[in-house]
């Protein structure tokens, strides 16, 4: 029996973060933190009210948004001030903003306040780009997962198709590959592997086979 432990997964975008963070949280019965989602919030706020190249304002929305998750159904639903904006988040435009959003100092030491938080007691699964060496450097399992750009580009465009977008293969990928380097050349929280991490390129591997893998080392690690 897994208990009161702090799971951290990392990754680039693309890499199938939240499938897998979901998937171990619903068989363990942890709580999933999506803080990615968060960060799309902030993004897609801003959009919203036009602020998303002021640094000042977008600072200013940070401090002052009250952030809402909520997992049921292995569905992460996401709250700006009560409203419900989970599908709103996902658009191809706050996908091609939420790095520059991202890398602002300010914004995410709000943000990291407001997951560690989450994850005062425990038994959760928190997902993101600097889970396992920002927010929870000491979980108790880290995991890194990977996959080559144009497969990732490709799981994003299928996503893209299923909610009707116009973008295209090409767009997706020059997307992913801009969110790459500015989240692992940033100053403040880079993408990168923490040296304790597992690391797992999925780039081949279906997430039944890549669940059954993580659960597994997740066990073996709890029994040492």
Same mark, same amino acid.
């Given at each position: 029996m897994v208990k009161n432990i702090t799971i951290a997964i990392d990754g680039p975008a693309?890499?199938? /973060?939240?499938? @897998? @963070? /979901? !998937?171990i949280a619903e068989k363990l019965g942890f709580v999933y933190v999506d803080t990615g989602a968060m960060y799309r919030a902030i993004t897609f706020q801003a959009l &919203?009210?036009? *602020? @998303?190249? $002021?640094?000042?304002?977008? *600072?200013?929305?940070?401090? &002052? *948004?009250?952030?809402?998750? /909520?997992?049921? #159904?292995?569905?992460?639903?996401?709250f700006i001030d009560g409203e419900?904006?989970? %599908?709103? *988040? &996902?658009?191809?435009?706050?996908?091609? !903003?939420?790095?520059?959003i991202s890398v602002i100092p300010q914004v995410?030491? %709000?943000?990291v306040k407001i997951q560690r /938080?989450?994850?005062? #007691?425990g038994n959760i699964v928190a997902e993101g780009r600097d889970?396992?060496?920002?927010v929870f450097p $000491? @979980?108790?399992i880290k995991i890194y997962l990977t996959a080559s750009v144009d497969e990732r580009a490709r799981r994003r465009f299928k996503e893209f198709q299923e909610k009707a977008g116009s973008v295209t293969l090409e767009e997706v990928k020059e997307n992913i590959e801009k969110r790459d380097r500015i989240d692992s050349s940033r100053e403040v929280s880079p993408l990168r592997k923490a040296p304790d991490a597992i690391e797992i390129d999925n780039s081949h591997t279906a997430i039944e086979e890549e669940?059954?893998?993580?659960?597994?080392k997740i066990y073996e690690i709890q029994r040492v």
């Open positions: 693309g890499s199938g /973060k939240s499938t @897998a @963070a /979901k !998937k &919203r009210e036009g *602020i @998303a190249d $002021n640094t000042d304002e977008v *600072i200013n929305l940070a401090q &002052r *948004i009250a952030l809402g998750l /909520k997992f049921e #159904n292995g569905l992460t639903r996401v419900e904006v989970t %599908e709103q *988040i &996902r658009s191809f435009e706050v996908n091609s !903003k939420v790095s520059e995410r030491s %709000e943000l /938080k989450l994850g005062e #007691n889970t396992t060496t920002v $000491n @979980a108790d669940l059954e893998l993580l659960l597994k």
